[in-house]
């Protein structure tokens, strides 16, 4: 089982950019989140999801958008690349929400 | 605001001594979780240990045991018999309804 899956897993993109970062899971976990981290930081939430067609705004959203169509897939989507979103974006998963969450290897992410 | 703080920015033990961590949060909540979460240079999180709210009794896992302080607001994690392979950043949650991190510790193993 490859558990949690993320790519790419490095990217750079010129300001203006769009690119989607892609998340698949293969534990039948219901709760999908992604995070970043930015450096000397800790995680913070960007989006999450409790189930496929189920989405919600963690604690820094803005240039973001994600879509949950299946249980597995959870893709977050930046649509207009800013020096802002140069971070270490992380997916992770969880049975349920007060569970473990299982994290992805993460994606590093330049925007110049 | 709810706030989870770790106001030790490094740490260092020499290989086979203890060592402990601390994390302090700000909550009213009274159901809560609480984690230790270890991320070594190879950026994979992984979950060290986990202790829910509700109980006294403090969560051990192998080497690696927690002070849990309700009242103080307080979640310290103890490394006993440190090695090499413990070198790295370790972040305290917090979970209620979200999953809030603190800023992080990082260790240094010495032998």
């Known amino acids: 089982n490859a558990g949690v899956t993320q790519t790419p897993k490095f990217r750079i993109l010129k300001i203006g950019q769009s690119m989607t970062l892609q998340c698949a899971q293969d534990m039948n976990h219901n709760y999908m989140y992604w995070y970043r981290q930015d450096p000397g930081m800790g995680l913070k939430l960007i989006y999450y999801?409790?189930?496929?067609?189920?989405?919600d705004k963690g604690e820094v959203p803005n240039g973001y958008n994600v879509s949950r169509s299946t249980t597995e897939d959870f893709p977050l989507r930046l649509e207009l690349a800013a020096p802002s979103q140069t971070s270490v974006y992380f997916c992770?998963?969880?049975?349920?929400?007060?569970?473990?969450?299982?994290f992805g290897p993460g994606t590093r992410l330049t925007v110049l | 605001a709810q706030t989870v703080t770790q106001s030790q920015p490094e740490m260092s033990v020499q290989e086979a001594e203890t060592v402990t961590l601390s994390c302090t949060y700000d909550t009213s909540e009274s159901d809560y979780y609480l984690f230790w979460y270890k991320q070594p240079p190879s950026r994979q999180m992984i979950l060290v240990i986990r202790q829910e709210a509700y109980k006294q009794q403090n969560a051990t896992e192998n080497r690696f045991s927690v002070n849990f302080q309700k009242a103080a607001k307080s979640f310290s994690l103890k490394i006993s018999d440190s090695q090499l392979g413990d070198a790295a950043m370790y972040f305290c949650?917090?979970?209620?309804?979200?999953?809030?991190f603190g800023t992080g510790t990082r260790l240094q193993v010495f032998p």
């Open positions: 992770a998963v969880s049975l349920l929400s007060y569970n473990e969450q299982f």
């Open positions: 999801s409790v189930g496929a067609g189920i989405t």
């Open positions: 949650a917090w979970w209620t309804d979200k999953l809030i």
